[in-house]
């Protein structure tokens, strides 16, 4: 198993700024995601974290309103610029280790982001 | 378009009955469903994965159902406890992504 870590747990932000959440995992992992979730819905897929390289954007995410970064196999940022109230929401990563499609997904505690 | 569909709706249950959770999905062909546990103010935690060619997976107190003609999942705890109250959520595993529904949320009530 894997446990992840994220850094903030929560904040509250001024539209127009920038902030970077941090996804930290205590072991190697094959694929890391970025997910946001509003209250009462469902995960939203923003990203897969590749290691060394571009992330790969879903469609309505684009790297230049959420850059991310994976560097090594235990850790990725993601940077959630120029922000807006109508990015308030949690943020999620996660990890799968293995072989993607027979393992579990871990998840971290997710990052409370409060944009007035 | 493609969709996940889980009961938006409370699920409320005596303790001791078993919980059945529903999660229908269209115009996907996903080779694996898996189910997670959230709690308020947490991250999703996995509890089962089944695959397209299994019917049924047990764990414990857990089993799931899978219906690739109905395209549909079934997910049941058994004697179930207060414990036990949480959102419960699917994700189907299509191309290398995971797709989730909304999630169910359970009370048990003692």
């Known amino acids: 198993s894997a446990v992840i870590s994220q850094k903030p747990s929560r904040d509250i932000c001024q539209r127009g700024t920038s902030l970077t959440i941090q996804c930290q995992v205590d072991s190697q992992v094959t694929m890391m995601f970025w997910y946001r979730q509003q209250p009462g819905q469902s995960l939203t897929l923003i990203a897969t974290a590749n290691q060394g390289s571009e992330a790969t954007y879903e469609s309505g995410f684009v790297i230049d309103k959420f850059p991310i970064s994976r560097p090594n196999l235990t850790f990725s940022t993601l940077t959630v610029s120029n922000m807006s109230p109508e990015d308030s929401s949690i943020y999620l990563c996660?990890?799968?280790?293995?072989?993607?499609?027979?393992?579990?997904?871990?998840f971290g505690p997710g990052t409370r982001l409060t944009v007035l | 378009s493609q969709k996940i569909e889980q009961n938006s709706e409370a699920l409320n249950i005596q303790e001791g009955k078993t919980a059945t959770l529903t999660c229908n999905y269209t115009n996907y062909s996903p080779a694996y469903l898996q189910w997670y546990r959230q709690d308020p103010g947490r991250g999703p935690v996995f509890l089962l994965l089944?695959?397209?060619?299994?019917k049924e997976k047990r764990k414990e107190r857990l089993k799931v159902t899978f219906d690739t003609t109905l395209k549909q999942s079934l997910f049941h705890i058994t004697a179930s406890q207060p414990a036990d109250s949480a959102t419960y959520l699917c994700?189907?595993?299509?191309?290398?992504?995971?797709?989730f529904g909304s999630g169910t949320k359970l009370n048990v009530k003692p």
């Open positions: 994700a189907l595993y299509n191309f290398n992504k995971f797709y």
């Open positions: 089944i695959r397209e060619n299994e």
């Open positions: 996660s990890g799968t280790s293995g072989s993607i499609a027979a393992d579990t997904q871990y």
